[in-house]
């Protein structure tokens, strides 16, 4: 999609949802619960069989799919590896893709996933006792609510777009510095708004307002404010790169499919509202189109934070 073609799809949109629907959308812990559910089939039969739901990183010029996939679970391997970290513990570990690789790769490492979605859990819980992994314990909990307190100190803690979801991402990078123990590190993998987006046309913010409630959202996040955050809680020493160049094929691709539901949104509207498609469907459906504009034109990004206690 490029700047012209915005303002139609936006127009698609509108038609398909009502114009007042972005007010009203919702992104509540039983919602994302229900997202990643119903999500989780299409991500097995379209993305991931193994059950990853993060974009892959890849080069900028060739490079696999499921090698792309691996990316965050090898850098984290050689964080673990180089500082001898023994507890590992991940936010919003899905069916466990990358915790279990982790701990198979790790066997003297003790690693928690915790998650807000059952079903996923169950899910996770039985593919470790399948690998016959016993370094790594699941808990359900949601990290907006938790206490620091609820878990032993641990060397290393990572999200992978899962802390988008935080309704507090101030409290949450404060418990998780309270957690981790010295030379202990937080690494987030995780998209933002960038400083451009502050001052986007009126089209670009309501793009970004479907983005948002497309992956279910609550509150828009920006990369120097994240950035703050840390800092401010006590962080030594944050480093980021930017890997959005090494995402945006994979979106554009997903862009590509989405558009297929837009052709004719009085038929799509109809499969909304008698439940034949999802509206968890459809909202992924919106970031899917309206992320690779926000990326190309950098009103977003993706990057990789790592602080150190």
């Known amino acids: 999609m490029n700047q012209s073609e915005l303002k139609t799809y936006l127009d698609k949109t509108d038609a398909i949802i009502g114009k007042d629907w972005l007010q009203n959308a919702t992104s509540e812990p039983s919602e994302i619960a ?48 180089k500082n001898n970290y023994k507890r590992v513990m991940e936010f919003g570990c899905g069916v466990g893709f990358n915790i279990i690789n982790l701990a198979r790769m790790n066997p003297e490492v003790e690693f928690i996933g915790y998650d807000l979605t059952l079903n996923n859990l169950i899910k996770a819980k039985q593919k470790a006792r399948e690998r016959r992994l016993e370094n790594v314990l699941f808990r359900k909990g949601n ?61 670009t913010l309501k793009a970004a307002d479907y983005f948002s409630k497309g992956f279910f959202l609550p509150n828009p996040q920006y990369l120097d404010e994240t950035l703050s955050s840390t800092r401010a809680t006590g962080f030594e020493s944050v480093l980021v790169k930017d890997y959005t160049q090494n995402i945006l094929s994979n979106f554009v691709r997903f862009e590509d499919g989405v558009k297929l539901i837009f052709r004719f949104p009085r038929l799509t509207r109809l499969l909304i509202k008698f439940r034949i498609l999802p509206i968890e469907v459809f909202r992924h459906g919106l970031a899917g189109l309206y992320g690779p504009f926000l990326l190309k034109y950098e009103y977003a990004g993706y990057f990789k934070i790592v602080a150190t206690k």
């Open 143 to 203: 990290f907006d609510t938790m206490q620091s307190s609820d878990f032993k100190k641990q060397d290393m803690i990572f999200a992978i777009e899962a802390l988008c979801h935080s309704k507090d991402l101030d409290a949450v990078i404060r418990k998780s510095h309270e957690i981790l123990n010295p030379n202990g590190r937080m690494v987030i993998f995780d998209g933002y708004g960038t400083q451009k987006s502050r001052s986007a046309d009126d089209n």
């Open 34 to 81: 229900s997202y990643y559910t119903k999500l989780r089939k299409f991500y097995h039969k379209m993305h991931s069989e193994e059950g990853a739901m993060h974009f892959p990183i890849k080069p900028l010029e060739g490079g696999s799919h499921a090698e792309g996939l691996m990316f965050h679970v090898n850098d984290l391997d050689n964080i673990i590896k």
